[in-house]
């Protein structure tokens, strides 16, 4: 059973700097791709980044892009989101997500929360302005 285990969230001040962490306990994480959502409260969740089999290959959407960093270190099973000069519209739940890739192009992305298929409990992130 895979499990996800988020971590690295908080209270920062806008313009500040957080990293998530999520550690995936499955079989083979290199034939994995993962992505992060957000949730804020009373809105539905949204794709954040995205990142494939291949490191290389990430994808982010438009909000974050040249502030977020996604990132993967196969040796430890872990996939890291790098947040940097955050905002108060970044506060939100995180959640990481899986799915398997191994049939896929290395460089396929998955942004829809509906293609991937196991999700972590999510970590708060609050930016205050």
């Known amino acids: 059973q895979v499990q996800l285990v988020e971590s690295g969230g908080g209270l920062v001040q806008a313009g500040g700097s957080l990293r998530l962490s999520c550690a995936a306990s499955?079989?083979?994480?290199?034939?994995?791709?993962m992505g992060w959502f957000r949730q804020a409260p009373g809105k539905e969740r949204e794709f954040v980044a995205a990142i494939a089999r291949s490191e290389s290959s990430t994808y982010y959407t438009d909000s974050v892009k040249g502030r977020f960093t996604i990132s993967r270190d196969n040796a430890k099973n872990t996939v890291y989101l790098q947040m940097n000069s955050l905002k108060p519209e970044d506060t939100a739940v995180y959640y990481c997500?899986?799915?398997?890739?191994?049939?896929?192009?290395?460089?396929?992305?998955?942004?829809?929360?509906?293609?991937?298929?196991?999700w972590g409990q999510g970590t708060q992130v609050t930016v205050s302005s």
């Open positions: 997500a899986v799915r398997g890739a191994v049939a896929a192009p290395a460089s396929r992305i998955w942004t829809n929360s509906y293609e991937y298929s196991d």
């Open positions: 499955v079989p083979t994480f290199s034939n994995i791709a």
